[in-house]
C-alpha cells in the first residue's frame, strides 16, 4: 500500500514539510545490477540496502524498464544512472523518501524565496512554484502557499485582516464560510456579501477558509497591519464532499447562534417531493421544531407559533403569500435561491415585526465571469435561469422564471366545466449586482408572482405578490461597514363571481409595505462584534371592497376604508468573547408602532365583550393623525460556554412584538386570509422564548448531535369567536378575541454532514396551546381553559437520508412521522328543522389519524466533463413510498339526513415523478 | 366562498388525476365514545300570527340509532317581557307542544319560551322582539336545460328585514312499477280466497321536508330586497316530475342573532373539515338551562311570523323530452307468475300466502275465462304505500 500515494496527496504532504535544508546528512552507497528490468525490482533491491522509501504512483511506472550496474556508488547517483532512459524524475527529501515522478521532478524544499514576502495582492495569479502540482490545478489564484503581506505597520498589538471571500468560477460571494486561525482558535464567518473581518496579532499566521461548495483552503499570511485579503475559492465540482445541511464543522459547537438552520439549495435539491419540484418550504418543512397543519399546505408553524408569526424575506423584502396552487408549492425558483436561513430562537436583534421565526431567503448573485444558465422540466411547471456579467468581475445580473403549464392540460380534458376553467401560476425573480468599487456595492431584486384560476367560467380568482428591493453596501473601514436597503412589498388578491347577474361582484384585497433600513456592523477588535441599526416599515391595507359587476348587479359597493400604520425600530446588538469559552451576545430592539389616519375607530363599552351592542362611540382621524401607539422594548441575549473542544452549552432569551396579523378562520394558511394592522381595538402580540441546548460532536466533528428545549409564552395573538365573520367586516373586533398562547418543547437532532450516508434524525416533542379567557362566557372558547392550538402535534421525527453509490449516482430516502392534528369533533347529533344536525365537542378536543410517509429519490448526474456545452441531471422520485392514505382533511357531512364521516386523502399512494435539470 | 373552495378543490383533485394521483376519500369513523349528552333540543319558533307549535326532544351520540327520544309532560309557555303568558299544551304526539288556537301576539313586544321539564328543571330562551315576515313576491320554477329551477323573490320597503329564512315542503304523485288488482286474504295452503282490489295502492303521494338550512341576507344590498334566490332545483329525470309536483314554502324574517344561529349550523352541518372550511363551532342557541347554567341546551326560538305560499307543477309544462326516472321502482321491470295447477302439483295458494313476498297483479284465465293464476311482483315493486300515502292530500286538486 506504500506505493499508493498519488502526485496530489504529495503536493499536501509537501506543504506541511518542514524545511531541513543543508542539514542533509551524506547519502548512502548501494549496489545494484539490472539488465532491462522491471521498476518494481530496483526499488526492491535499494529499499533491502537502505533504510530509504520509495513513493510513486505504480501506474506511473508500470511499463518502465531499467537498465543500472552500480557498486557502492552514492544513491542518487545510482537512480540518475537507472533513470536515464526513462521518463521518470526522482527526488530525495531529508526523510529519506524517494519520490519518483513521471516527466517532472518534484521539488522536495522550498524555494528560497518562499518565505520572502511578497507585495499583499491576495489575487496575483503568478505561478506558484511551490506547487507540485502541475497544469492540472484550476487553482491559478489560490494560492495556498504564497506569503501575503498584509498592511505596512510593523507594530505589535493587533490589526484587522478583512476582505471577501469569492467564487472563483462565478465571482459570487460565498456565505458562511468559515476564516479561522487554528494555532490562535480565533476565527470568523462569512456575511451574507461574503464579507469577513478577522482581529489577529500581528504576525504571521495561517488562515484557513472552510465550508460548503468550494474546496477548502487556506492563506499564509503575514499581517504586519489593518488590511484586506480577498479569497477566491474553487468551486468543489465533483461534489464528493457534499454534504446535507450546510454547517461548518465545528459550527454546531462552537458558533454563538442556537435555533438557526442554513440549507443551502443542494441540500434541497435532494429532498424528495410530491412533483418533483424543489421545494424551498418543503424542505424547511423537514426540521425540527417546524410543523404545518397538513400537506399541500406551505403555512410554517415554527415552535408551535401560528403561521402568521414568520418574517419571510427574499432579499430583505417581505413575502406575505410565499405558495402557489393553494399552498402545494412554495413561490420561489430554485434555481435562483442560494441558501435560506431559519431563525427559530435567539432571533438577531436586527430583525423583528414577527413572533415565531425569520426565514431569510437570499438569490445567488449572478455569474460575474461568463454567460450561462440552468433550469428544469418536472410534471407541472418547467423553469429556466439565465445569469452572466454585464461588467466583468463588476456587475452581473440573474433572471430566473418559473411558469406552469396545468392551463394547456386543463384544456385537453373532456370534461367541459374543466375546459372552461382554467388555472395557471407563474413566478419571475431578478436580480442585479453591480460593484462601484472596493468600498461600494449595489444590489438589486424584484421578484412577482402569480396565481391564477377561473372555474367553469362563472368564477375568477387571482393572487399575485410583487416585491422589488434595493440595498447600498458600503464599507467604510476595515471594522464598519453599512447596508442601506429600500424594499417594497405588495399583496393582493380579487375574487370575480359571475354566476348570477344580480349578484356580480368582485372582492379585492391589497397590503402593501414599504420598508426603509440602514444597518451597520462595527468590528471593533477580536472580542466584539456590533451590530446596530434602525428601520422603518410603512403599511398601507386596502381591507377590502366589494364592487358590482355589470349592470344588472345589485351589489352595492362597499368599501372598506384602508388602514396605514408606520412600524420603527432601533436596534444594538453586542457580540462578546469573553474568553475563549464564553461568547455572549447581547442586543436590544426598540419598536415603535403608530396606526394612523384617516380613519374611524369604534369605542366600546370597556370591560365587556366588543358588540355591536356595546360600540358607543365613534371617532374620526384626520389623515396623519396618530389614532394608537404602541411600543416597548424586544431584549435579544444569547450566550454559549464550551465545556470542552467538542462539546458546548448554548442558552438564548428573545422577546418579539408582532403589529400585523393575519385573519383566518380556516385551519390551513390560504390564500383569502388576510392581513390586519394593529389599531386602537387590536393590541400588539408579543411573544417571550427561553431556550437552552447542549451540542455535542463526534468523530473529528463529522458526527453532530445537538438537544434543544424552549418554552414560548405569548400574548393578544389573533383567535376567533364561533362562526366570525372576516371578510369585509367593518367591526373585525367584535368577532376576533385576544388570546394567550404557550408553547414548550425538546427537540433532538443527529446528523452526519459527510461520507457515502449522510442527513439527519431529528425527533421533537411539543406542545402549543391556547387560552381564550376573557371577560365574558361569549367571548371564551372552551370554558376559558387552555386548549391545543391547531397545529399541536406532540411527537415529531424525521429522518433524511442520503446515500451516494457514486459520483453520479445518488438517492435520498426520507421518512416522517408526527401526531396527527388536532381536530374538533362532532359529538352528538339531534333533529331539529327536519334533519339530523350535530354537536360538536369543545374546540381541538380530538386529533385526526397520525401522519407517516416515505419518500425516495434517485438523481443520476451526467458525466462530469468540466467543459461541455450542458450539465444535465434526472431525478426520479417516489413520493408516499407505502401509499399511506394519510387524512389531508377530514370532514363530516349531512348525507340524507346522515351524519358521516369522510377523510380524503390527496397523495393517498405512491407518486412517481421525473425531472430533468439542466445547467450550461 | 365556501363554494369557491370546494370547485378548487375539485379543480386541484382534477389536476392531480391528470398526473396519475388518485385523491380518495374514505370513511372515517373516530371512535367517539364520551358520556351520555343527551342534552334538551329545542325546536320551532314564537308564532306572532298563527299557531305556535315547539318541539322538545334530545340529542343522541352519533353512533346511536337516529331516534331521537321526545321530551314529554314538560309545561311550555310562550312569554312576553310585559308578563302575558300563553300556555302551549302538549298534543298527542309526546314532545310537541302547540298553542290551542292560533296566537295573535302583539307586535314591537319581546317574548320568549319557558320550559319546565318533567324532571324539575326550567329552561328559557333570550328575549326577542317579534319580527313581521313580508310577503313573497315571486315563488315559480324556470325550466333550464337540464331541469327545473326553483326561485323566490321577497322585499320588505321599510327595510326591516334583511334576514329571510326558507323552509320548503314537496309533494309529488307517483305510481308504483305496477298496478294491482286482485289480493288474497287469507285461508289454508289448499285453498284461499281472492278478490279484485278496491284500495288504490298504485296511486299514491310523497312528501318530503326540505332539510337544508336555506337563509339569505340583503344587508350588503342596497336594497332590502331577495331577487330570484334559488330556493331548489329538480333535475329533468327526478321522479318528483312524472305528473303533478307540488312545493310549498315557508318564509320566515330572523333577527340578527337568529341568522348568525342558522349559519352556524348550516356552517357545521352540511361541509365541515375540510382544511379550507371554518372551523366548526360548538353554536350556542339563545335558549338556557335557569337550573344549571353550564348545562348546554341546543336550539334557538325566534319570534316571527310566517307567510307561505304553494306551487303546482305540472307535467305537462314540461319539456317532452324529459324522461323521469320512477325513483325506487328501477329495477321492478319484469313481472313473473304462477299458474294454479293440482294434477302437476302447482299450489298458487300456498305461494301467494306470504302476502309481503308476492302481491298479485294480473290474473291468468283461461279460455273459458276461468282464472287459472296471477302475475305478480314484490311488495315494493306493488305497494306505493311503502314510498308515501295512497290518501289524497287535501290541497292536491
Redesign the interface.
Known amino acids: 500500500m506504500k506505493h499508493l500515494f498519488s502526485f496530489l496527496f504529495l503536493g499536501w504532504v509537501l506543504g506541511m514539510a518542514t524545511p531541513t535544508r543543508g542539514q542533509q546528512p551524506e547519502p548512502q552507497r548501494v549496489s545494484v545490477s539490472l539488465q532491462q528490468a522491471h521498476f518494481a525490482e530496483l526499488v526492491r533491491e535499494i529499499e533491502a540496502q537502505v533504510p530509504y522509501r520509495f513513493f510513486f504512483n505504480p501506474a506511473a511506472v508500470d511499463s518502465v524498464v531499467v537498465t543500472v550496474r552500480a557498486q557502492q556508488q552514492p544513491l542518487p547517483e545510482v537512480l540518475r544512472q537507472a533513470l536515464q532512459n526513462t521518463p521518470l524524475r526522482f527526488a530525495i527529501d531529508a526523510q529519506n523518501r524517494i519520490y519518483v515522478t513521471r516527466g517532472v521532478t518534484i521539488q522536495t524544499e522550498l524555494p528560497d524565496s518562499f518565505f520572502q514576502p511578497e507585495p499583499a495582492n491576495a489575487l496575483a495569479s503568478s505561478p506558484d512554484p511551490a506547487d507540485p502540482v502541475p497544469a492540472t490545478s484550476r487553482a491559478g489564484s489560490t494560492s495556498a502557499f504564497k506569503l501575503y503581506e498584509i498592511g505596512t505597520g510593523s507594530a505589535t498589538g493587533k490589526a484587522t485582516l478583512a476582505g471577501h471571500v469569492r467564487e472563483a468560477k462565478t465571482g459570487e460571494p460565498v456565505v458562511g464560510a468559515t476564516v479561522y486561525v487554528e494555532a490562535l482558535n480565533a476565527g470568523t464567518s462569512t456575511d451574507q456579501f461574503g464579507f469577513f473581518s478577522l482581529t489577529l496579532p500581528v504576525g504571521r499566521h495561517e488562515v484557513k477558509i472552510r465550508g460548503i461548495g468550494f474546496k477548502n483552503t487556506r492563506r499564509q499570511v503575514l499581517l504586519r497591519g489593518d488590511g484586506k485579503l480577498d479569497i477566491e475559492t474553487e468551486e468543489d465540482i465533483t461534489t464528493l464532499r457534499e454534504v446535507v445541511i450546510e454547517a461548518e464543522k465545528d459550527r454546531n459547537v462552537a458558533s454563538l447562534q442556537m435555533g438557526v438552520e442554513r440549507l443551502d439549495v443542494k441540500t434541497m435539491r435532494q429532498v424528495p417531493t410530491a412533483?418533483g419540484e424543489t421545494d424551498v418550504l418543503r424542505v424547511v418543512l423537514t426540521l425540527p421544531g417546524v410543523k404545518s397543519?397538513?400537506e399541500g399546505?406551505t403555512g410554517l408553524n415554527v415552535r408551535g407559533g401560528a403561521t402568521d408569526q414568520n418574517l419571510i424575506l427574499f432579499n430583505d423584502a417581505t413575502i406575505y403569500n410565499p405558495s402557489h396552487?393553494?399552498g402545494?408549492f412554495s413561490a420561489f425558483n430554485p434555481d435562483v435561491i442560494k441558501s435560506v436561513e431559519l431563525y427559530k430562537s435567539a432571533i438577531p436583534a436586527k430583525y423583528g415585526g414577527r413572533l415565531s421565526s425569520v426565514l431569510d431567503i437570499t438569490t445567488r448573485d449572478g455569474n460575474k465571469k461568463k454567460f450561462s444558465g440552468s433550469g428544469g422540466i418536472g410534471?407541472?411547471t418547467s423553469r429556466l435561469t439565465l445569469e452572466g456579467p454585464l461588467v466583468k468581475d463588476k456587475s452581473s445580473f440573474l433572471v430566473g422564471g418559473r411558469s406552469s403549464y396545468?392551463d394547456w392540460?386543463?384544456h385537453l380534458?373532456p370534461?367541459e366545466s374543466?375546459r372552461q376553467?382554467s388555472?395557471s401560476f407563474y413566478d419571475v425573480s431578478a436580480h442585479l449586482s453591480h460593484e462601484f468599487n472596493e468600498k461600494n456595492t449595489v444590489y438589486a431584486t424584484g421578484y412577482l408572482s402569480t396565481d391564477k384560476?377561473r372555474?367553469?367560467s362563472d368564477?375568477a380568482?387571482k393572487y399575485l405578490n410583487q416585491n422589488a428591493s434595493l440595498k447600498w453596501r458600503h464599507t467604510f473601514n476595515n471594522k464598519l461597514y453599512g447596508v442601506l436597503t429600500g424594499a417594497l412589498s405588495r399583496y393582493q388578491y380579487d375574487?370575480t363571481?359571475q354566476r348570477?347577474a344580480?349578484v356580480a361582484s368582485e372582492l379585492t384585497y391589497q397590503i402593501k409595505q414599504y420598508n426603509a433600513q440602514a444597518d451597520f456592523s462595527y468590528l471593533p477588535n477580536a472580542k466584539h462584534t456590533v451590530d446596530f441599526g434602525v428601520s422603518s416599515v410603512l403599511y398601507h391595507v386596502s381591507p377590502g371592497g366589494?364592487t358590482p359587476v355589470g349592470s344588472e348587479s345589485?351589489?352595492?359597493t362597499?368599501v372598506l376604508p384602508r388602514e396605514q400604520g408606520l412600524e420603527s425600530a432601533l436596534y444594538l446588538s453586542d457580540r462578546i468573547d469573553v474568553s475563549p469559552r464564553l461568547s455572549v451576545a447581547v442586543g436590544l430592539r426598540y419598536s415603535l408602532y403608530n396606526a394612523l389616519g384617516p380613519r374611524e375607530v369604534y369605542r366600546y363599552v370597556p370591560g365587556q365583550s366588543k358588540t355591536l351592542n356595546t360600540l358607543t362611540d365613534t371617532v374620526a382621524y384626520g389623515p396623519g393623525r396618530v389614532l394608537a401607539t404602541y411600543h416597548g422594548p424586544e431584549y435579544r441575549f444569547s450566550a454559549r460556554y464550551s465545556l470542552t473542544a467538542v462539546s458546548s452549552v448554548k442558552a438564548s432569551f428573545n422577546r418579539t412584538r408582532q403589529y400585523i396579523h393575519m385573519l383566518s378562520?380556516?385551519?390551513?394558511m390560504?390564500p383569502?386570509d388576510i392581513w390586519k394592522l394593529s389599531d386602537a381595538n387590536v393590541r400588539p402580540q408579543v411573544g417571550d422564548q427561553y431556550s437552552v441546548g447542549y451540542y455535542h460532536n463526534f468523530r473529528a466533528n463529522t458526527i453532530e448531535a445537538s438537544v434543544e428545549t424552549y418554552y414560548k409564552s405569548t400574548k393578544d395573538f389573533v383567535d376567533?369567536k364561533?362562526?366570525?365573520t372576516l371578510?369585509?367586516n367593518r367591526h373585525i373586533e367584535t368577532d376576533i378575541v385576544n388570546a394567550v398562547g404557550k408553547a414548550y418543547g425538546v427537540e433532538v437532532m443527529l446528523r452526519k454532514l459527510t461520507g457515502k450516508i449522510n442527513g439527519w434524525v431529528s425527533y421533537t416533542y411539543s406542545r402549543s396551546l391556547v387560552q381564550v379567557n376573557q371577560g365574558t362566557p361569549a367571548d371564551q372558547v372552551n370554558g376559558g381553559e387552555y386548549y391545543p392550538s391547531?397545529f399541536d402535534k406532540p411527537h415529531d421525527f424525521t429522518l433524511i437520508g442520503n446515500y451516494r453509490f457514486s459520483r453520479r449516482i445518488s438517492s435520498s430516502l426520507n421518512f416522517t412521522y408526527s401526531t396527527g392534528r388536532p381536530?374538533?369533533?362532532?359529538?352528538?347529533?339531534?333533529?331539529?328543522?327536519?334533519?339530523?344536525?350535530?354537536?360538536?365537542?369543545?374546540?381541538n378536543a380530538?386529533r385526526v389519524p397520525d401522519y407517516y410517509r416515505a419518500d425516495f429519490a434517485l438523481n443520476l448526474e451526467g458525466n462530469h466533463k468540466v467543459k461541455k456545452l450542458a450539465h444535465g441531471s434526472w431525478t426520479f422520485g417516489v413520493y408516499n413510498l407505502t401509499g399511506r392514505?394519510n387524512?389531508?382533511?377530514?370532514?363530516?357531512?349531512?348525507v340524507?339526513?346522515?351524519?358521516?364521516?369522510?377523510?380524503?386523502?390527496?397523495?393517498?399512494?405512491p407518486?412517481?415523478t421525473v425531472t430533468y435539470n439542466f445547467k450550461f | 366562498m365556501r363554494t369557491l373552495w370546494i370547485l378548487m378543490q375539485r379543480w386541484l383533485i382534477g389536476i392531480l388525476l391528470l398526473l396519475g394521483v388518485n385523491s380518495c376519500v374514505e370513511p372515517y369513523a373516530p371512535e367517539v365514545t364520551t358520556a351520555a349528552n343527551n342534552y334538551l333540543v329545542v325546536s320551532g319558533f314564537i308564532n306572532g300570527n298563527g299557531s305556535t307549535a315547539i318541539r322538545l326532544s334530545r340529542s343522541v351520540q352519533l353512533a346511536a340509532p337516529a331516534t331521537f327520544p321526545a321530551e314529554a309532560r314538560a309545561i311550555v309557555t310562550v312569554e312576553s317581557l310585559r308578563g302575558q303568558r300563553y300556555p302551549l299544551p302538549e298534543t298527542d304526539t309526546a314532545g310537541l307542544y302547540r298553542s290551542v288556537r292560533r296566537l295573535a301576539l302583539p307586535p314591537n313586544e319581546q317574548y320568549r319560551l319557558h320550559i319546565r321539564t318533567a324532571g324539575g328543571r326550567e329552561y328559557a330562551s333570550d328575549y326577542t322582539l317579534l319580527k313581521h315576515t313580508p310577503a313573497l313576491d315571486r315563488f315559480e320554477g324556470q325550466i333550464q336545460a337540464n331541469g327545473l329551477q326553483i326561485y323566490v323573490s321577497a322585499h320588505d320597503e321599510q327595510a326591516q328585514t334583511r334576514y329571510y329564512r326558507w323552509e320548503y315542503e314537496e309533494t309529488w304523485a307517483f305510481t308504483s312499477a305496477h298496478w294491482s288488482r286482485w289480493r288474497f286474504s287469507k285461508g289454508t295452503p289448499q285453498r284461499r280466497t281472492y278478490f279484485p282490489r278496491k284500495e288504490d295502492i298504485y296511486h299514491c303521494w310523497r312528501t318530503e321536508p326540505s332539510t337544508t338550512v336555506i337563509t339569505t341576507s340583503t344587508v350588503r344590498l342596497s336594497q332590502d330586497a331577495v331577487r330570484d334566490y334559488r330556493l331548489l332545483f329538480i333535475p329533468a329525470f327526478s321522479g318528483r316530475l312524472q305528473s303533478l309536483y307540488s312545493l310549498r314554502v315557508r318564509q320566515y324574517a330572523l333577527s340578527a342573532e337568529e341568522f348568525d344561529y342558522w349559519e352556524a349550523v348550516k356552517k357545521n352541518t352540511e361541509n365541515i373539515g375540510t382544511l379550507f372550511d371554518p372551523l366548526p363551532s360548538q353554536v350556542q342557541g339563545n335558549v338556557h338551562s335557569l337550573t344549571d347554567p353550564d348545562e348546554p341546551v341546543l336550539g334557538f326560538v325566534g319570534a316571527t311570523t310566517e307567510v307561505s305560499q304553494r306551487l303546482f307543477i305540472n307535467r305537462h309544462s314540461l319539456p317532452p323530452d324529459w324522461h323521469s326516472r320512477n325513483e325506487g321502482y328501477e329495477t321492478c321491470t319484469e313481472t313473473s307468475s304462477i299458474t294454479h295447477d293440482s294434477i302437476r302439483g302447482l299450489n298458487m295458494y300456498e305461494e301467494f300466502a306470504d302476502t309481503t313476498y308476492r302481491v298479485p297483479i294480473n290474473e291468468i284465465r283461461t279460455r273459458t275465462g276461468d282464472i287459472i293464476g296471477f302475475s305478480y311482483q314484490s311488495t315494493a315493486c306493488v305497494d306505493c304505500r311503502l314510498r308515501g300515502t295512497n290518501k289524497k292530500p287535501s290541497f292536491w286538486p
Do not use: C, H, W
Not at chain 1, 387524512?887 to 349531512?894: A, C, D, E, L, R
Open positions: 412533483f397543519v397538513g399546505n396552487l393553494f402545494f410534471p407541472l396545468s392540460i386543463l380534458l370534461n374543466f376553467s388555472a384560476f372555474l367553469a368564477t380568482y375574487i363571481s348570477d344580480s366589494l345589485l351589489i352595492k362597499d378562520n380556516t385551519t390551513a390560504s383569502t376567533y364561533g362562526g366570525a371578510i369585509l391547531n381536530i374538533t369533533l362532532p359529538l352528538a347529533k339531534y333533529y331539529m328543522g327536519s334533519a339530523t344536525r350535530v354537536y360538536y365537542s369543545e374546540r380530538y392514505k387524512p389531508y382533511s377530514v370532514y363530516f357531512k349531512s340524507g339526513g346522515q351524519i358521516r364521516g369522510y377523510q380524503l386523502s390527496i397523495f393517498g399512494q407518486i412517481p
